[in-house]
Structure formats: C-alpha cells, structure tokens
C-alpha cells in the first residue's frame, strides 16, 4: 500500500487549501482513512477520519466545522478541504490507512499505512 499526499502549500489565514492523498495497492474499502498533522517542535495530532463502513466522518475539535474529509473510490483518493486556515495550521499533514476500533480512530498508533506528508504554511 502506497499512499500520496499532495496539495499544501502557502496560503493566507482565512483561505483554503484542498489536500489529497492518492492510494495505491489498495481500494478505499479496505480501510479507514485518516489525515494527521505534525506542527514543528509538536507531537503529530489527529485531524480528521472517515471510516470504511459507512463512511462516518470525526474531526478534531480544533477544526470547528472548517475541515471536511471525504473521499473518492472511482479516483482512490482521499481529501482534506481546508477553509478558513489559521497560521497555528502550519504543519506537515499526512493521511494515514489503517483499521482501528472505534475507540481509536484518532490514534495515530492505529493506522498502518503513512503517505509522506504534504506541507501547509499559513501566513497571518
């Protein structure tokens, strides 16, 4: 399995930024799909997840109904939309596949599969 994140890059606080991270050796179906991001000098935190069955979506609670993660099984992907950034969003971010139990889904530790991350950087 082999995932490709793409799509950061420099925005303005208060703009947007749609993420993607392509799969491959996989279909979506197997798996729950997560994003993460790491900010310098910061422990990776939890960003967002939709599960495989049934698609429901949990955010962290930092992302105030201004993140949505979905995906798309005719292209394999998996994105981020991001509105309304804020320079405390300046981070790597990374999507994660894995197969955690409910109680983990925001755990990075329960996710297999990493892609390499994609840089987001918001200017205030």
């Known amino acids: 399995v082999q995932l490709q994140a793409s799509g950061g890059g420099l925005v303005q606080a208060g703009g947007s930024l749609r993420l993607s991270c392509a799969a491959s050796?996989?279909?979506?179906?197997?798996?729950?799909w997560a994003w993460f991001r790491q900010a310098p000098g910061k422990d990776k935190e939890f960003v967002a997840a939709?599960?495989?069955?049934?698609?429901?979506?949990y955010y962290a609670a930092f992302v105030k109904g201004r993140f949505t993660i979905s995906r798309d099984n005719a292209k394999n992907t998996i994105s981020l939309q991001t509105n309304n950034l804020e320079p405390e969003g300046t981070a790597v971010y990374y999507c994660a596949a894995g197969t955690p139990i409910l109680s983990s889904v925001r755990e990075d530790w329960a996710y297999r599969h990493w892609g390499q991350g994609t840089q987001v950087t918001v200017s205030s």
């Open positions: 939709i599960r495989r069955s049934g698609g429901r979506t």
């Open positions: 050796g996989t279909t979506l179906s197997n798996y729950d």
